[in-house]
């Protein structure tokens, strides 16, 4: 068996869909059918084998940049001009909403490189003051003076 199974999917589940449908009777397997095709909100539609693939691709919700080249390239040059804009529009707004946190991180560890630096040097400073003093008065002495 390949170790590729789609999102969500491993061999042990892949294991149990077939045991599922090997050990289904053919009685079984037509009432399962039958019950598909009755369940609300869904529409089947028969179509030929030879058009199965084109309709799969066009419902498909993955498009390749060689698709989108292809119908591109079939626009006239004004066309083709407005579907750049259009795209760059959408990318610059798309790369508003992107930056913002990005650039919110790289401050944020930019002001804690800055608080981690300016503890390193009140520590060192702490340390070369002998004897005892008081944070608090000396705060008010500072606001008093200023004052």
Known sequence: MSD??????????VR????????????EAVAEDEAAFEQEGQTFIAISN?????????????????????LAVQLPPSEQLKLVAHISERLSGLLLTILPSDTEQAR???????????????DAIAESIEGEFDSAEDIRQIRQNVL
């Open 108 to 122: 944020r560890r930019e002001r804690e490189a800055m608080a981690d630096t300016l503890l390193a040097e009140l």
């Open 4 to 13: 590729k199974f789609p999102q969500g999917w491993d061999e042990e589940r």
């Open 16 to 27: 149990r869909v077939l045991a599922h449908y090997e050990q289904q009777t053919e009685e």
């Open 50 to 70: 030879e058009l199965l693939p084109k309709v799969r691709e066009l419902i498909s919700n993955k498009v390749a940049f060689e698709q989108v080249e292809r």
